[in-house]
């Protein structure tokens, strides 16, 4: 192999090792999936499941681009095969539970940090629930419609520091937003009645930045309710009380630094901040405090389901 770590021809064996190692170490479930074969001297053959076969040169750099595109299409192809086989398995798991539930109506807790992909596998499994063979109707709340108004936020005495730590826990209405738990509790306990009622919640807009009132519905027909935010399984004393109202609590766990990372690209792309070091400096401040909170004060769920982190750059 020449100083540059990149194959050359002459280097067949030690090449096709090199390269199986390099990208195919972190993923040993799909180590098969990938293979070099021999074309013709000088020339290399990347075979994937997930790819047509392209030819590779032994001619340094492109070599290793074309083969560096091969492989992060198989890694995102492997990363939403772990994640969907996660999300299929906890809609099973809740569905199960849900038929064996004594009550009409079955409540969901999915909380998780800040970057975990809480609200990815909230979204996931409703999705799921709604579109099963034999669906159950299920209603996705977030509690972001609970964050305090800019209004609201602009008469706070530290209102500085309330924007720049909003997302923190004492920037929500906790206790109306446990009011509404308490209520949703009732609700889903409640025998059918002849009219149907309806229970609305706030939902939250991103391009205003504020809460919408009424603007999640409820509807009467709803089998299971998946609430899903950061606070769900939080013990303190104005939040705790909602880990005990739901039926079914589950902490979507992710390495810290793994989350900071993805809140801190998100900030980029959502135009919030330009650069990514600027990201980092926003999630030190803020996301990144209120994820240390909710490690340090979990309630222990019923369920944990680990995060898969989507390959980007390197495959180290």
């Not at 209603?139 to 800019?150: I, P, V, Y």
Request: include cysteine; hydrophobic fraction near 35%; charge should be positive.
């Amino acid at each position: 192999m020449p100083r540059d770590g990149l194959p050359r021809a002459h280097d067949t064996p030690q090449t096709i090792s090199f390269i199986k190692k390099s990208f195919c170490r972190s993923l040993p479930h799909i180590s098969h999936q990938l293979g070099l074969l021999p074309k013709r001297k000088g020339h290399y053959m990347l075979l994937s499941e997930h790819c047509e076969p392209s030819p590779l040169y032994g001619l340094g750099r492109g070599v290793w681009k074309i083969l560096e595109t091969h492989s992060r299409v198989t890694l995102r192809s492997y990363h939403k095969y772990k994640m969907e086989a996660k999300y299929t398995r906890l809609a099973e798991t809740i569905c199960q539970k849900a038929n064996a539930h004594s009550k009409r109506r079955f409540l969901v807790a999915i909380a998780g940090i800040p970057g975990s992909g809480k609200t990815t596998t909230a979204v996931a499994v409703a999705r799921l629930l709604n579109t099963q063979p034999s669906p159950k109707r299920t209603t996705l709340l977030s509690m972001d419609g609970f964050h305090l108004s800019r209004a609201t936020l602009d008469l706070l005495p530290n209102r500085e520091e309330a924007y720049i730590r909003r997302g923190a826990p004492w920037t929500f209405d906790a206790a109306r937003f446990v009011q509404f738990i308490r209520r949703l509790r009732n609700w889903a306990d409640s025998t059918p009645c002849a009219s149907a009622e309806t229970i609305y919640a706030p939902s939250f807009d991103h391009e205003a930045k504020d809460p919408v009132e009424n603007g999640i519905a409820i509807t009467d027909d709803t089998e299971i309710v998946i609430i899903e935010g950061n606070y769900l399984l939080l013990d303190e004393p104005e939040w705790r009380e909602v880990a005990a109202l739901v039926d079914y609590r589950v902490f979507v766990e992710s390495d810290l630094q793994e989350a900071r990372e993805r809140v801190a690209r998100r900030h980029v792309l959502a135009g919030i901040e330009k650069t990514l070091e600027d990201g980092f400096r926003r999630v030190d401040r803020n996301d990144y405090l209120n994820a240390i909170t909710i490690q340090e004060k979990l309630i222990t769920p019923d369920l944990v389901i680990h995060s898969v982190t989507e390959p980007t750059a390197g495959y180290s």
